[in-house]
Each structure stands twice: as structure tokens, then as C-alpha cells.
């Protein structure tokens, strides 16, 4: 027979259960209290914010993450070494897992003040996540909580978590500059008192670039005064540091745009080993072997950096910004060098690869979605599958972007067999979706869609004018198009990956226009050195000016450039 608990036992039991489970969340480190995620603006890098909340995730010691070191006051050999890898991980641009690496160094010591800084130095703004409203106030209750535990430690670290404290308050703007200037001049000081420190100079350039982040460089190459200072500091570091994977990552993104972009490619060398188990840094030197005219090694280390990224991915519970961003980004760069070195094949099918990575998220981030989604069409127009661009369904209508891209490559399909009815149809379509409101507000890199769209708008214009036989007309509008495609402000891959140097160079040859010719297109391979494309039209226009010997040396810098090529073509655009 069951007997009866007296009530006054399981008030007992249940008060006993209660100081237990108190005890047990006293026994750790300070629980930081997460706010609720904000809406912001999302960049095709964006921060997937909500992702960064998450706490079940239990950090382990990952394999093939280099080995820099930064000793720092600790009671832990263990929690030193989670400092040390979410240090790397940051270098890596893989801040949710630095995120739990610091929060694992802080588990295993809960008095660790540089932990709680790494906390705030993960959580606050990157060069592709400006402004993450969301984590304002974690990085600020990790600064306290870093400050709180300043004791018994070094003065670099105590100058670090000082200057740290300079980037929050606590709030969320729409804009931080301020807040950005001020941690970047806190900085800037330290540089000057360790000289020898190579975080607190690498530290010191991330920060300053973090004001102006992807514009660095003024319209006529010159560098923005901050920008020269962050090259000078990064400059300086690698000189005594010459193997710290930090600077070399930020020395490659201070320099891409820059009219000298191979002044990293010692840097893109060394990324080639420094990190093997870090994706993203696999990836890093490409954005230089891109603008220095080497798409083949652009390929063969995006290919790498996928596997090594799926390797990482599948044993991950990592769902934000890694896996919807960095790691696309891979396939993306793939598909671009495909299109430059003329493989048809391996850039269709990553851009299919990408669009259906953007299928899994259009509930999620619909603007991201769009962006690869839309990569097939571009693969399509670029190599003139019309067939298989006419047979696409129409997007959803609120994917105004897609739809606007979507016009486009019909409008092309449509011009291209001489069915000048359907591709102005086409072409009134995408100028009424070029004006719509939403694409004000829609950003992939830094540009609005609004700017993007522009370029191909008057790409369409212009081959529709060329096939009326309205020829000054349609060279304007190709015109206008490259001063569109010129303004965007610089992003790798372009935010518009077909150049419309490649249309209007075309268009001025078929015209007999050949020096004018000649001229685009060597425009055009100071922008996107060595691409086939232009090179191709480049040999053509020198011919027809009897310009034999310059198109002879072309014509070898041609053969060399479509090596890899699986189409023939005869002009600059299908």
C-alpha cells in the first residue's frame, strides 16, 4: 500500500531543491543578461543577429587554427587556450564561435577579466556587421564585468579593457560613429605606448577601419588619412610580426580596392597556410588574386575554403552569420572567377549552388535570399542561355530585386532573338520596378539595390536602342550604365558582376568605333585585370586598327586568360 508524504516533507524537499539550484547558478561566472534582438538593416554580411543569443552551445578546442599566442593573466592553462582560440577566431571573422570560446574561458574561470573583454570585442561591430544594435548592451556588461576583475592584472590588459569600455555605452544608435571614433583614438594611443604588442597594433587598424569600413580609398586612388594610418600601423606590425594572421587579414581588405592591390599578395600567401582549419581565411588571399587578374587560384582556394567550411559547418550548431554569409561567400567568389575566366559549367552550377542556399533562407533574411538568388539569371546572361532564361518562373512579387533582375535577363533573352516587342515590354517593366521604394532600403553590401539595378536598367536600354538601330541612343545608355556600375561604392565580388564595360565595348566595335573600343576595354582591365572578356575584345579592336604587334601581345595575355575556358566566343558579351 503507498503511504502518504507528510506536506511538511515536500515543503522540505522542495526548499532543499530551490538553495540547491541557487547554489549551482551563484557557482560560475556573472550571467550576462541578453537583450531582446532589435530590427536593423542587414548587409549581405550581415549579423543574423538572434543567432548570437544562443547559450547551449558548448565550446571545444578546434583543430587547425594556427598558432598565435597572447598570454594573459588567468588561473587556467585551459582557459587560456579558449582565449587564445576565440582571439583566432576573430582574426577569422568567425565571431559566434569566438563568442563561445570566450564564454568557455570564462566558465572554467569566472574572475578571467580578458575573457569578459574578448566577450565585448566579439559581440561589437566588424567590417561586415557595422552597427549590431542587438549586442550593444552585452558588450557593455562584459566591459563592466572585464573592469570589475582589473586587480591582479597587467597594465596592457587593464589599457585594453579601457579602451574597450570607449566603444559602448550601453545604447543603440542608428548611428555609431562617435562611439567608433572614440574607440579607435583609445587605440591609437596604446599603439604608441606597445609598440611591440601585435594585438594592440592589429587591434589599433581593425578599429580605425571599423570608421569607415569597406572605404577606405578616395575616387581618384588616393587613401582616406585614416586609412593611411591603419597601413602605416599594419604596415609596421608585420614588419615585427610577420606571421600573425590578424593583420594580414586586415591588411588584404585595407588594400583590395587600392589602385596597388598585389602589395598583399605576400599576405594572401601566407593566409594560404596559416590557418587551414579557418575557412574564411582559406578564402582571404582570392580578394586579391581577383584583382590582380588570377581567377583560376581565386577557384581553387574558394574550393578549398567550401570544404573546409562544410567540414566545419556540419559539426557545428553555428546557424547565424558564418554559415548564411561567410560561407556562401566561397561559392559566390566561384561563380564570379568562373565568369571571368569563361567556365560556363562550374559557374552555373555554383550559382545554382547559391540560389539554393538562398532558398533555405527566404523567411529568415529575404534580403540575402535575393542576392543568391538571383546569381543563375546573371550565370545565364552571362553566357547566353537565353532558352534557360525564358523558362524561369516569375519571382515571388515581393522579391522586388529578383524581379527586377528577372526582367532583365528576359529583356536581354528577348533582344538577343530579335523580339524587340517583348523586350520593350520587358524594359518599361524593369524601369517601373527600378523606381520602387523598397529597393531604397535593401542592401546587399553597402549599396542600396535602388543604385545596383541602375546598370543593368540601362544595359537593357541601351542593347534594345542598338537592335532599333538608334545608335548614339543606345551607346548613351551603355555609357550611363558604366557611370551607374563606377558609382557603386567597391565591394568583392562587385555588387553588378557582368561589367557593362563588356556591353558598351562591344557595341562601339560593332560600330566600327574601334580606338573608342580599344579604350573601353582597357578601362576596363584596370578594374578587372586579366579577365577574358575584355582581353578578347581588346585583341579584336587593335586588328581592326592594324594594330598587329599590340594584338599579338594581347592575343597570348587572351590564350593565357581562357586556358580553363569551356566556351567560344567571339566578342566581349554574349
Keep these: 500500500m503507498k503511504k502518504n508524504i507528510p506536506l511538511k516533507a515536500v515543503l522540505l524537499l522542495l526548499l532543499s531543491t530551490i538553495i540547491l539550484w541557487s547554489w549551482k547558478r551563484s557557482d560560475g561566472p556573472d550571467k550576462i543578461v541578453y537583450t531582446k534582438p532589435v530590427e536593423t538593416r542587414i548587409t549581405m554580411c550581415g549579423s543574423f543577429q538572434p543567432y548570437f543569443l544562443d547559450t547551449t552551445y558548448t565550446a571545444r578546442i578546434l583543430p587547425g587554427l594556427g598558432n598565435l599566442h597572447y598570454p594573459v593573466t588567468t588561473t587556467s592553462i585551459k582557459a587560456q587556450e579558449f582565449f587564445e582560440q576565440g582571439l583566432r577566431l576573430v582574426y577569422a571573422f568567425n565571431h559566434w564561435e569566438a563568442i563561445q570560446a570566450f564564454r568557455e574561458a570564462i566558465r572554467i574561470d569566472p574572475e578571467f577579466a580578458m575573457g569578459y573583454w574578448g566577450l565585448a570585442l566579439a559581440y561589437g561591430p566588424n567590417l561586415n556587421d557595422v552597427n549590431p544594435k ?18 591582479v592584472i597587467s597594465q596592457v590588459e587593464k589599457d585594453l579593457i579601457a579602451a574597450m569600455a570607449a566603444r559602448y555605452n550601453g545604447k543603440a544608435y542608428d548611428n555609431r560613429d562617435s562611439l567608433n571614433r572614440s574607440y579607435a583614438e583609445a587605440m591609437l594611443k596604446l599603439t604608441r605606448i606597445y609598440p611591440d604588442d601585435a594585438e594592440v597594433q592589429t587591434l589599433c587598424a581593425d578599429a580605425i577601419m571599423n570608421t569607415m569600413p569597406w572605404d577606405y580609398w578616395n575616387k581618384d586612388g588616393s587613401p582616406k588619412p585614416e586609412t593611411a594610418t591603419a597601413k602605416n600601423v599594419l604596415e609596421l606590425a608585420l614588419k615585427k610580426h610577420p606571421e600573425h594572421p590578424g593583420a594580414h587579414h586586415l591588411y588584404i581588405h585595407l588594400v583590395e580596392a587600392s589602385p596597388s592591390p598585389e602589395l598583399a599578395l605576400p599576405s ?7 590557418m587551414p582549419g ?13 584583382r590582380t587578374g588570377q581567377y583560376a587560384r581565386s577557384i581553387e582556394w574558394n574550393v578549398k575554403a567550401v570544404q573546409v ?8 550548431a553555428n546557424q547565424g552569420m558564418y554559415r548564411m554569409g561567410y560561407y556562401p561567400h566561397n561559392i559566390d567568389f566561384i561563380s564570379f572567377s568562373s565568369y571571368m575566366e569563361g567556365r560556363s559549367a562550374m559557374g552555373i552550377q555554383n550559382a545554382m549552388k547559391l540560389a539554393y ?4 533562407i527566404t523567411e529568415s533574411n529575404p534580403v540575402i535570399a535575393q542576392y543568391y538568388s538571383v546569381e543563375p539569371m546573371l550565370a545565364f546572361v552571362r553566357f547566353g542561355k537565353w532558352n534557360d532564361i525564358l523558362s524561369l518562373a516569375a519571382p515571388h512579387r515581393d522579391m522586388v530585386y529578383m524581379n527586377a533582375i528577372w526582367r532583365f535577363a528576359r529583356g536581354i533573352a528577348f533582344v538577343r532573338a530579335k523580339n524587340i516587342d517583348q523586350a520593350s515590354i520587358e524594359l518599361v517593366k524593369l524601369d517601373s520596378l527600378s523606381k520602387h521604394e523598397a529597393l531604397k ?15 543593368p536598367l540601362h544595359i537593357l536600354k541601351g542593347e534594345l536602342l542598338l537592335k532599333q538601330n538608334k545608335l548614339n541612343e543606345g551607346l548613351a545608355a551603355l555609357q550611363d550604365a558604366v557611370k551607374a556600375e563606377t558609382n557603386l561604392r567597391y565591394m568583392e565580388p562587385p555588387d553588378w558582376k557582368i561589367p557593362s564595360r563588356h556591353f558598351l565595348g562591344a557595341a562601339l566595335y560593332d560600330a566600327g568605333k574601334f580606338a573608342e573600343a580599344e579604350q573601353v576595354y582597357m578601362e576596363d582591365l584596370k578594374v578587372n585585370r586579366e579577365n577574358g572578356w575584355s582581353l578578347l575584345g581588346l585583341q579584336l579592336s587593335q586588328q581592326k586598327q592594324g594594330k598587329k604587334t599590340d594584338a599579338t601581345t594581347i592575343a597570348k595575355r587572351f590564350s593565357k586568360s581562357w586556358k580553363n575556358s569551356d566556351v567560344v566566343v567571339t566578342a566581349s558579351r554574349y
Design 357 to 360: 542556399k538562398g532558398s533555405m
Design 441 to 455: 532600403s535593401v542592401y546587399f553590401s553597402f549599396n542600396p539595390a535602388s543604385d545596383i539595378v541602375q546598370v
Design 309 to 316: 567550411d562544410e567540414d566545419y559547418l556540419s559539426a557545428s
Design 134 to 151: 542587438d549586442r550593444e548592451r552585452i558588450a557593455y556588461e562584459s566591459v563592466q564585468k572585464a573592469k570589475a576583475r582589473m586587480g
Design 278 to 290: 579557418a575557412g574564411h581565411l582559406l578564402h582571404m588571399p582570392t580578394h586579391i588574386y581577383i
Design 268 to 274: 594572401a600567401k601566407f593566409l594560404e597556410t596559416a
